[in-house]
């Protein structure tokens, strides 16, 4: 069994929109939409899970509906954290031990089915495997005062992505342990590294973006010009009803 967790709960504040980012549209589509139909496009993955704010649960299973296509999902509500939603996630799932767990950024339309199944594969084979690319720009560490202190060997840091893809109980065991410690890590893979255990990382493109500033939105619409992905039929003549939906929503909390 193959689930996929999509934690989009967050509030979008670099994006300045005014509303949740994944509902912002993306060449006519809202980006969570674009996101939910690339994984229901994956022979592997078998459901799917969408994490949101408690607030938002009705009103997305309302839009979700309209879709055809998906695979079989549930939208359950997130935490007040990013880790939180995703522990929110895996609990609202039963499952084996062995069974895998995607956790993929609701605002990252992008991703290959190429990287959804390695990324499967690479977890039913390490435990734990991310997508990521490797380092375009020289990193520097700095200190607080601004200062460069080091510059790490570009040639073996890498830029990590999702999705990122484990085993349910070692994942489930990670969490679980962070919550205790009352640790916040920045991506899941660091909650099951600081347990000792290795994390495989495959190798992404560069297209594999994450939505969220307005600049990332002109790199978007310009992949889709580059690479248009259509939709089928019945979710295009659709789409006008759900982009009003997310509209009278941002009306309505905005005045």
């Known amino acids: 069994m193959v ?8 509030v979008g504040k670099r994006m300045q929109a005014g509303m949740n980012k994944v509902f912002i549209a993306l060449g006519g589509v809202p980006i969570l939409i674009r996101t939910l139909l690339k994984y229901s496009a994956c022979d592997e993955i078998d459901q799917m899970v969408v994490v949101v704010a408690d607030y938002e649960v009705e009103f997305v299973r309302g839009i979700l509906k309209k ?3 998906l695979k079989p999902y549930k939208v359950v509500a997130g935490g007040n954290e990013r880790q ?18 995607l956790v993929h950024d609701a605002a990252r339309p992008f991703v290959s089915n190429d990287v ?9 084979q390490y435990g734990g495997a ?3 690319v490797p380092a375009k720009n020289t990193i520097k560490i700095c200190d607080r005062m ?16 999702t999705p990122q893809g484990f085993k349910r109980g070692l994942l489930l065991e990670a969490n679980d342990k962070a919550l205790a410690d009352g640790f916040l890590g920045t991506d899941d893979a660091s909650l099951v590294e600081r347990m000792g255990h290795s994390v495989y990382v ?7 973006i994450k939505i969220t500033t307005p600049e990332d939105l002109l790199i978007g619409e310009a992949f889709l010009k580059d690479c248009p992905e259509p939709l089928a039929v019945a979710n295009e003549q659709v789409m006008p009803e759900i982009i009003q939906m997310i509209n009278d929503k941002w009306l309505r909390e905005r005045f």
Request: without cysteine.
């Open 3 to 10: 689930t996929v967790i999509f934690p989009a709960a967050g």
């Open 67 to 69: 879709i055809q296509g």
């Open 202 to 208: 495959v190798k992404s493109d560069y297209r594999n």
């Open 130 to 132: 991310i997508a990521g």
């Open 146 to 161: 601004g200062m460069v202190e080091e510059t790490p060997d570009r040639s073996i840091l890498w830029e990590i992505q």
């Open 116 to 124: 959804i199944v390695e990324t499967i594969r690479g977890a039913q």
């Open 84 to 101: 939180y939603s995703v522990l929110n996630g895996i609990q609202s799932v039963s499952g084996s031990d062995e069974d895998i767990m």
